[in-house]
């Protein structure tokens, strides 16, 4: 059975940081690309970063500079460093798998207050 776990949501200041987690396991194919999606109140699920098996990373433009993804390959787990949180990246984060069909975590919650 696949599961997509995140963990390391939290309550923080504007300016301070996160770091979320994702592991996935019972995936019987390879992952190519592990991403983090963000979903706010009344938003859509948009992509915040992702990185393939290779280690190509990509981000969106609002994070850049602010947010790093990382993977450890060997255990399927992904990373989010998030650093100067803003009130805007309140939402709900995503991790998601990638092989031959997608995996969905249930989600975080991230809420920066201002």
């Known amino acids: 059975q696949v599961q997509v776990v995140e963990s390391g949501g939290g309550l923080v200041q504007a300016g301070g940081s996160l770091r979320l987690s994702c592991a996935a396991s019972?995936?019987?194919?390879?992952?190519?690309?592990m991403g983090w999606y963000r979903q706010g109140p009344g938003k859509q699920r948009d992509l915040v970063a992702s990185?393939?098996?290779?280690?190509?990373?990509n981000y969106a433009d609002s994070v850049k500079g602010r947010f790093t993804i990382s993977r450890d390959g060997a255990k399927n787990t992904i990373y989010l460093q998030m650093n100067s949180l803003r009130p805007e990246d309140t939402a709900v984060y995503y991790c998601n798998a990638v092989t031959w069909t997608t995996y969905w975590g249930q989600g975080t919650q991230v809420t920066v207050s201002s």
């Open positions: 019972g995936v019987a194919f390879r992952i190519n690309t």
């Open positions: 990185i393939t098996l290779g280690g190509s990373t």
